[in-house]
Nanobody
Framework: QVQLVESGGGLVQAGGSLRLSCSGS????????MGWFRQAPGKEREFVAV????????IYADSVKGRFTASRDNAKNTVFLQMNSLEPEDAAVYSC??????????????????WGQGTQVTLIS
């Protein structure tokens, strides 16, 4: 049974940092495109970042480029999202997802096979 479990969310001041983790079981994260998505209240789910399967290339949404970094630890079967210079607009529930889609579809949430339960990131202004 595949399971993705996120952790690391919490309260943080604007300008601060958080590191989210997504631990996988029942699959090997290195063999999947591991995406990060977020959803704020009243808004649609939004692509944040992906670390691609095998080679580990990363792709970011323009809104987080230069501030967020996706990484992977194959030994721990875990992916991370380092979030720096957090802004009020970053507040959301962050979820990780695993998929095997082609490059052109990595920003599309519906193309991912497995999802975690999400972790809340709250900004304190």
């Amino acid at each position: 049974q595949v399971q993705l479990v996120e952790s690391g969310g919490g309260l943080v001041q604007a300008g601060g940092s958080l590191r989210l983790s997504c631990s996988g079981s029942g699959l090997s994260v290195r063999n999947y495109n591991m995406g990060w998505f977020r959803q704020a209240p009243g808004k649609e789910r939004e692509f944040v970042a992906v670390i691609r399967r095998n080679g580990g290339a990363t792709i970011y949404a323009d809104s987080v480029k230069g501030r967020f970094t996706a990484s992977r630890d194959n030994a721990k079967n875990t992916v991370f999202l380092q979030m720096n210079s957090l802004e009020p607009e970053d507040a959301a529930v962050y979820s990780c997802a695993a998929g095997t889609q082609v490059l052109s579809a990595v920003r599309q949430g519906e193309m991912y096979h497995y999802w975690g339960q999400g972790t809340q990131v709250t900004l304190i202004s």
